[in-house]
């Protein structure tokens, strides 16, 4: 007993000494702020990916000639509220998601670095990071998005078809009742393939971090203000949301209960037979108007927020953005160069000890 408690706290510690739950706080933060802007975007871009423009599931769907006069139609005959449909399971996945993979990458990452936030990693150890972070975050996640889904396309005309939803609570329940696990996991395998999608964009993400502030000579972690967040991430969003956009349309398609696909080939096997490569993009561009300002949304609001709640939880004093931390680090140079010179030394002249010190510190980083 006595020699098996203390190896249980070396792996407690182990385990959980790189967690920080103000990750997830502060994930869960942003992804809520960028659904409650843009949920009318992915309310629209979902109902462009179902539309296959052939068969019978036709007749079940209106028909919409672009972005705008789906929002004005579905606003026409639902209202405000309309434009909100399926917003719950959005609320709740978007932040739970945002909120654990962030979480899950930087406990990851940390402990990559063993510890130390300036270390550097290589491009392909984000990705794999990501990689793990974004399967643990689907697999948790995913009856939430099959859920969101079927909310999503309930629509204003045929509404009686297929199985109607109260909401959130109720989708899950039925969707247990009738489809039991599998319903839950719907869209998993096409879900596994956009973990790529993530992959992606936190790569370039701190790919793009990481060189600007070695450009800059600053270390890898110094924080960067509103402005060149706001580009990065807009950047790393773009280009992986391309890459990786027709993976989102399978899934939306095997998760659609109007839909009679038998699996994944079947899905790609009939979108290149009836609608061609382009099938694959459908929704694309309300897609991109949705996805790049939700993620500049919540890459903002994370990346202020977690600085102020790890420098709270620490006792630190609250950051300033890197041109403040350049000029304080300026002024105690500035200070400790004036007390040199104060202590038995002329101005002008080099200090012995401090040349000495320098030497020995030289020597044992060379060593």
């Known amino acids: 007993m006595d020699k098996s408690t203390p190896s249980r706290g ?15 706080a502060a994930g869960v933060s942003g992804g809520v702020a960028s659904t409650l802007v843009l949920h009318p975007l992915d309310l629209v871009k ?9 068969g019978v599931a036709l ?7 672009g972005m705008i006069h789906a929002l004005r139609s579905i606003f026409t005959n639902s209202g405000f509220t309309g434009l909100y449909q399926g917003v719950t399971p959005n609320f709740v996945g978007a932040g ?19 510890g130390d936030t300036k270390k550097a990693l290589a491009a392909s150890q984000h990705m794999l990071i990501a990689g793990e972070a974004g399967l643990l975050t689907l697999t948790l996640t995913n009856p939430i998005w099959v859920t969101k889904t079927r909310l999503c396309l309930q629509y204003e005309q045929g509404a ?19 489809e039991g696990i599998r319903g839950y996991y719907k869209g998993f395998i096409p879900g596994v393939l956009g973990i790529a999608h993530g992959a992606i964009q936190f790569t370039l993400y701190e790919e793009m971090k990481n060189k600007y502030n070695q450009n800059k000579n600053r270390p890898i972690d ?13 950047i790393s969003k773009i280009i992986a949301a391309t890459c990786t956009y027709p993976y989102q349309v399978l899934r939306s398609r095997l998760q659609e209960q109007h839909s009679t696909y038998s699996g994944v080939i079947d899905v790609v096997t009939k979108i290149l037979k009836h609608e061609g490569f382009y099938g694959f993009y459908k929704g694309l561009v309300p897609a991109l108007l949705r996805v790049t300002p939700a993620c500049c949304i919540t890459f903002i609001v994370y990346e202020n927020l977690i600085t102020q709640l790890l420098h709270r939880s620490s006792g630190a ?8 931390g350049e000029n304080m680090q300026k002024r105690d140079l ?9 202590d038995g030394s002329k101005i002008g002249e080099p200090n012995v000890e401090e040349e000495i010190e320098e030497s020995v510190v030289g020597e044992g980083v060379k060593t």
């Open 59 to 65: 007749t079940k769907r209106p028909q919409y000639q």
């Open 96 to 114: 739970l998601s945002w909120g654990l993979y962030f979480f899950f990458y930087n406990s990851i990452k940390t402990w990559m670095q063993d």
């Open 10 to 24: 070396l792996v407690r510690n182990f385990v959980f000494q790189h967690v920080k739950w103000e990750y997830l």
């Open 334 to 342: 500035d200070k400790n160069q004036s007390a040199s010179n104060m």
């Open 222 to 234: 110094t924080r960067l203000n509103t402005t060149e967040y706001l580009a990065m991430s807009a």
């Open 46 to 54: 979902i109902r462009f990916q179902v539309h296959e423009g052939y």
């Open 317 to 324: 004093e609250k950051p300033g953005p890197a041109s403040l």
């Open 160 to 178: 009686k078809s297929g199985i109607q939803y109260s909401g959130m609570l109720d989708a899950l329940i039925k969707l247990w009742k009738y």
